[in-house]
């Protein structure tokens, strides 16, 4: 990330879910004094600094982690060495699924008999940095609304803001995020309604 033309460089990195990824400054030369600084964030994990980079191991402790680099004098920045290894912590759920790319589809999970009312399956969505995630559901049954007690719901959480927003029935709809990150959690009570979501997204260019 030395050399680069823009002040502002971001590096998306993801890997299979199971897996965390971990990264080394091997050399740094960011002036400090200037305000010029590097950010890491990730699921469960937010760290930014400039002095003493080098030889620094950041661990993301999931398996997707976003490199922030601001620059204020040409020339100036890191260079980076990630790997990859089996998580020391199980941080997700069977059902979960991780979806990377430009565009995908969107399923509710199907769990396994065991499980049906202990976990919230979750759907992460990474895209390209500086893209947005557009979804469009395409069919939604997900119960009726009428039950109080136990009723089954999607939520959509967008990460670079922590807003979300709560869909249920058999609505359609459009949503977008503001940041190329987006988690999705799917709360259904199979004993009431056997559910049914399906969507797809797609990755939306900067303007």
Not at 30 to 48: K, Y
Not at 90 to 102: A, E, H, I, T, V
Request: proline share 4%; net charge neutral.
């Amino acid at each position: 990330m030395m050399g680069v033309e823009s002040s502002d460089c971001t590096v998306a990195i993801g890997r299979p879910l199971g897996e965390e990824v971990t990264v080394s400054i091997l050399e740094s030369s960011l002036n400090c004094s200037a305000g010029e600084v590097v950010l890491f964030s990730g699921r469960m994990m937010w760290r930014t600094g400039c002095r003493k980079l080098p030889l620094s191991l950041i661990n993301s402790r999931t398996n997707t982690l976003i490199v922030k680099q601001r620059v204020l004098l040409p020339g100036n920045g890191v260079i980076l060495q990630y790997n990859s290894r089996t998580a020391t912590k199980k941080y997700y759920q069977d059902c979960d699924k991780q979806l990377f790319g430009p565009q995908g589809e969107i399923v509710n999970p199907v769990q396994s008999p065991d499980h049906r009312q202990e976990v919230v399956c979750r759907t992460f969505i990474n895209v390209a940095p500086r893209h947005r995630i557009a979804i469009r559901a395409l069919y939604s049954d997900l119960g009726k609304e009428s039950n109080q007690t136990h009723f089954n719901y999607i939520l959509i959480r967008d990460i670079s803001t922590m807003k979300t927003v709560v869909f249920h029935g058999r609505q359609q709809f459009f949503w977008q995020s503001t940041g190329s990150q987006a988690e999705i959690e799917f709360h259904e009570n199979v004993k009431d309604h056997q559910t049914s979501f399906w969507a797809e997204y797609h990755a939306v260019e900067p303007q």
